[in-house]
């Protein structure tokens, strides 16, 4: 019996993680992202993903509310996030803006 308790605990944790990777990538991308690629918005999944990430932590695995939470993850994960990346940028914030020869509609340099 302990043997079964360290594969679900094993089973736990890697859920916690992955939870958690879902919840981080979804916090970096732009909000814009979310809506060029028509998947909802980015608080809507900060939302989903964050209630996934606490069940992960409070809940055993053997709960039905954490695999809800990993249905929504796996939802994020192999739909939401591979639409964001295909955008170009990749949906990711950019701290200071875009390039040097970036105008307000695009570079100036003829994308270059």
């Known amino acids: 019996m302990q043997g079964f308790a360290g594969f ?16 981080f990538d ?3 991308r732009r909000e814009d992202a979310y ?9 809507f999944w900060l939302l989903i993903l964050g209630l996934a990430f606490v069940v992960n932590l409070i809940f055993n695995i053997l709960s039905f509310l ?3 939470g990993l249905i929504a993850t796996i939802v994020y994960m192999v739909d939401v996030r591979p639409a964001i990346r295909s955008l170009p940028g990749g949906g990711r914030s950019r701290k ?8 307000p509609y695009g570079p100036w340099n003829g994308g270059r």
């Open 8 to 23: 679900m605990w094993l089973i736990s944790m890697a859920l916690i993680v992955f939870s958690g990777f879902a919840l």
């Open 26 to 28: 979804a916090a970096i």
């Open 35 to 43: 809506r060029a690629a028509d998947k909802k918005t980015k608080p």
């Open 66 to 68: 954490p695999i809800i």
């Open 96 to 103: 200071g803006g875009g390039s040097s020869s970036d105008g």
